[in-house]
């Protein structure tokens, strides 16, 4: 395996995340409020709402906030990512990619809305409403922290 991930393969990758998530939340902003849309019974369904915290909704009203210091954190993951001096591999490319598209989805509702577009809500378990950019970054975050615990001692980082 290469050391260094493909350029061109992370960035469709990352075009795939965001549009995925812009295109779900477009067509979660198609519900109406209130309504609950049934995807698989007593499992999943979509029911739309509007989060101006970050997530569980801790920060709640703090838009602004919670967006300067997503953008500095997003930022600072692309930064990692082009810096050569910063050993990095597939896995972590790909992890960082997750989460920069997650945090880069829900900055972009923060900026246009003031509000983050949540529609997910798991019926078998009492867990807030989320999206498809939270899921980006909790399987980033997942993977990075696998890698992480899993890679062996002669990994050169």
């Not at 999943?44 to 906030?65: C, D, P, Q, R």
């Amino acid at each position: 395996m290469k050391n260094k991930a493909e350029p061109f393969g992370l960035f469709f990758l990352f075009l795939f995340l965001i549009l995925t998530d812009y295109g779900l939340k477009t067509l979660a902003n198609a519900i109406n409020f209130g309504k609950t849309i049934v995807i698989i019974p007593n499992i999943l369904s979509f029911e739309k709402v509007y989060n101006s915290g970050a997530a569980f909704g801790i920060f709640h009203g703090n838009t602004t906030f919670i967006t300067v210091i997503s953008l500095i954190i997003s930022f600072g993951i692309i930064i990692y990512l082009i810096l050569p001096k910063y050993k990095k591999n597939n896995i972590e490319y790909i992890s960082f990619i997750f989460i920069l598209a997650g945090a880069l989805g829900n900055i972009y509702d923060r900026i246009f809305y003031s509000y983050v577009i949540d529609f997910i809500k798991l019926e078998f378990i009492n867990f807030p409403v989320f999206n498809f950019a939270d899921i980006c970054i909790n399987i980033g975050v997942i993977m990075l922290f696998a890698n992480y615990l899993l890679r062996g001692k002669d990994d050169p980082k």
